[in-house]
């Protein structure tokens, strides 16, 4: 690795410190509006990060590097490492939550990595300026996921990204030659939906402080809220739970293919193969579990319906939001969620897990497979929809999934020694690797969180939710000897 892709990295992460350093002002002049005196702490940290980070900046200018893979991973986890350390500073200095360390890096990480995961308890009495922090750590972090999946990773060759080359939005077709057109254009829809999402969840009776707290957690599908019950306090109001789904679901769908859809009118670009696959996996599971709690609880159907779709949609979009506690459904509705956890939504959406469109290439090449036992000689393209998949494409496939399984055992295996049950362990883990937020459980379900683990765990889950984020290759490619040959 040249020491001038190093000083170039270095320098472009300060001045995005720089950013998120003003963002910090957001909070400080919302807790100076309520009178509290917080708004300090948050102004403090703003010129703080951002005398530092501008002293980075300046020092580390110079010419700018070469446009190489390896420059490009380098910057992505400078970035988000940047981002969790900026986002926990806050965090850390407010006196009033009493934070380590390990909890404020894990509530930042899992604000970035929108998994919702929390270690704050008391948020209905917490300052309205560190909830809103906890909120923007959400937007921000949804916008920055959707950028990574856009616009950084399909220049890399991981995961889902030269997927980007071959969706229906293809890039062939060319339709914002310039990045700043396709840039601009995501971040207004982006905005617009959160807008939306607001008023209609103050239309439905929420405040307007929460509202537009949960309109950023809901829309970045990141789930933190700003109550410790979170959408269980909403949950004999069917309209906001609905909207609530409604907007998740949105959250989950690619936004390449939403800006095709909003801007050009590429009504075909819905017909997107993942699409139907993640709407399909929705439907199935909160319908199947709202007819067993109807059969084995005697609830009204509607009410089972109402709470299935929006517990699934949370669980399989990644957000974390919960309006019950589901591991009390019964044996098979747990077994449903658990499942659930590893889907994801959407290459390109701001949800993490899996995601649709490598179970749809996984199950070609698993038929693939098997037709050629019977036809050995017969060569059967791997498809996506009506166009064929690289063998790159398809390497990265079975690449991210054998690094997904192997992580999340080891992840496993680690939280077990930290003295966590095996329950704790191995749904804290895929929880955090899925970007889900809950697991499964009394300590880290959706009635508990994280805040009773001990911080060596809450530093294990942080590096597994980046590692989620991040696609898990990126990450483990900076770790290779010949990453950093010249």
């Given at each position: 690795?040249?020491s001038?892709?190093?000083?170039?990295?270095?320098?472009?992460?300060?001045?995005?410190?720089?950013?998120l350093?003003?963002?910090?002002?957001?909070?400080?002049a919302?807790d100076?509006?309520?009178?509290?005196?917080?708004?300090?702490?948050?102004?403090f940290?703003a010129?703080?990060?951002?005398?530092?980070?501008?002293?980075?900046?300046?020092a580390?200018?110079?010419?700018?590097?070469?446009?190489?893979?390896r420059?490009g991973?380098?910057l992505?986890?400078?970035?988000?490492?940047?981002?969790?350390?900026?986002?926990?500073?806050?965090?850390?200095?407010?006196?009033?939550?009493d934070?380590?360390?390990?909890?404020?890096?894990?509530?930042?990480?899992?604000g970035i990595?929108?998994?919702?995961?929390t270690?704050?308890?008391?948020?209905?009495?917490?300052?309205?300026?560190?909830?809103?922090?906890?909120?923007?750590?959400n937007?921000?972090?949804?916008l920055g996921?959707?950028?990574?999946?856009?616009?950084?990773?399909?220049?890399?060759?991981?995961?889902?990204?030269?997927?980007?080359?071959?969706?229906?939005?293809?890039?062939?077709?060319?339709?914002?030659?310039?990045?700043?057109?396709?840039?601009?254009?995501?971040?207004?829809?982006?905005?617009v939906?959160?807008?939306?999402?607001?008023?209609?969840?103050?239309?439905?009776?929420?405040?307007?402080?929460?509202?537009?707290n949960?309109a950023?957690?809901?829309?970045?599908?990141?789930?933190?809220?700003?109550?410790?019950?979170s959408?269980?306090?909403?949950g004999?109001n069917?309209?906001?739970l609905?909207?609530?789904s409604?907007?998740?679901?949105?959250?989950?769908?690619?936004?390449?293919?939403?800006?095709?859809?909003?801007?050009?009118?590429?009504?075909d670009?819905?017909?997107?193969?993942?699409?139907?696959?993640?709407?399909?996996?929705?439907v199935?599971f909160?319908?199947?579990?709202?007819?067993?709690?109807?059969?084995s609880?005697?609830?009204?159907?509607?009410?089972?319906?109402?709470?299935?779709?929006?517990?699934?949609?949370?669980?399989?979009?990644?957000?974390?939001?919960?309006?019950?506690?589901?591991?009390?459904?019964?044996p098979?509705?747990?077994?449903?969620?658990?499942v659930?956890?590893?889907?994801?939504?959407?290459?390109?959406?701001?949800s993490?897990?899996?995601?649709?469109?490598?179970?749809?290439?996984?199950?070609?090449?698993?038929?693939?497979?098997?037709?050629?036992?019977?036809?050995?000689?017969?060569?059967?393209p791997?498809?996506?929809?009506?166009?064929?998949?690289?063998?790159?494409?398809?390497?990265?496939?079975?690449?991210?999934?054998?690094?997904?399984?192997?992580?999340?055992?080891?992840?496993t295996?680690?939280?077990?020694a930290?003295?966590?049950?095996?329950?704790?362990?191995?749904?804290g883990?895929?929880?955090?690797?899925?970007?889900?937020?809950?697991?499964?459980?009394?300590?880290?379900?959706?009635?508990?969180n994280?805040s009773?683990?001990?911080d060596?765990?809450?530093?294990?889950?942080?590096?597994?939710?980046?590692?989620?984020?991040?696609?898990?290759l990126?990450?483990?490619?900076?770790?290779?000897?010949?990453f950093?040959?010249?």
């Amino acid at each position: 690795m040249h020491s001038l892709s190093i000083r170039a990295a270095i320098h472009i992460s300060a001045v995005f410190a720089i950013y998120l350093s003003l963002a910090m002002l957001i909070p400080a002049a919302v807790d100076l509006f309520y009178g509290n005196e917080d708004w300090k702490v948050f102004a403090f940290c703003a010129f703080f990060l951002g005398g530092l980070s501008l002293a980075v900046a300046l020092a580390t200018q110079g010419r700018p590097p070469p446009a190489n893979t390896r420059f490009g991973f380098l910057l992505v986890n400078m970035l988000w490492i940047t981002m969790a350390v900026a986002g926990a500073i806050p965090l850390l200095a407010t006196p009033s939550m009493d934070l380590s360390l390990a909890d404020a890096i894990f509530e930042s990480v899992s604000g970035i990595t929108t998994t919702g995961g929390t270690v704050i308890n008391g948020l209905d009495n917490a300052p309205p300026g560190l909830l809103l922090w906890r909120s923007l750590l959400n937007y921000m972090g949804g916008l920055g996921v959707i950028a990574l999946g856009l616009f950084l990773l399909p220049f890399l060759n991981i995961g889902g990204i030269t997927y980007f080359r071959i969706e229906s939005s293809d890039i062939a077709d060319r339709p914002f030659e310039r990045l700043a057109t396709f840039t601009m254009s995501l971040i207004v829809i982006y905005t617009v939906l959160v807008a939306a999402c607001a008023l209609i969840y103050v239309a439905f009776g929420m405040q307007i402080f929460d509202a537009i707290n949960h309109a950023m957690s809901t829309l970045a599908t990141g789930g933190f809220s700003t109550h410790d019950t979170s959408f269980a306090r909403y949950g004999d109001n069917p309209a906001i739970l609905w909207t609530g789904s409604a907007f998740m679901f949105i959250g989950g769908l690619p936004f390449s293919i939403m800006i095709l859809f909003a801007v050009r009118g590429r009504v075909d670009a819905l017909g997107d193969p993942q699409i139907k696959v993640f709407l399909g996996y929705c439907v199935v599971f909160a319908v199947a579990v709202a007819i067993y709690l109807r059969v084995s609880t005697g609830v009204p159907f509607f009410y089972a319906l109402t709470h299935s779709t929006f517990n699934f949609m949370s669980i399989i979009t990644t957000t974390g939001f919960a309006s019950d506690d589901y591991t009390k459904w019964g044996p098979f509705a747990v077994a449903c969620i658990f499942v659930a956890t590893f889907l994801g939504a959407c290459s390109g959406s701001t949800s993490g897990g899996i995601k649709a469109y490598r179970f749809l290439i996984l199950f070609e090449l698993l038929a693939n497979g098997v037709r050629r036992l019977v036809y050995p000689n017969t060569i059967h393209p791997v498809r996506y929809g009506d166009r064929s998949v690289p063998d790159g494409m398809q390497r990265a496939v079975v690449l991210f999934i054998a690094s997904f399984f192997m992580i999340w055992m080891i992840g496993t295996l680690l939280l077990s020694a930290t003295g966590l049950d095996l329950v704790t362990a191995l749904t804290g883990a895929l929880a955090c690797i899925t970007n889900v937020g809950p697991g499964l459980g009394d300590i880290v379900g959706p009635a508990g969180n994280y805040s009773s683990l001990p911080d060596t765990a809450k530093w294990i889950l942080s590096v597994l939710m980046l590692l989620g984020r991040l696609e898990i290759l990126v990450v483990l490619v900076i770790f290779s000897p010949a990453f950093w040959s010249r």
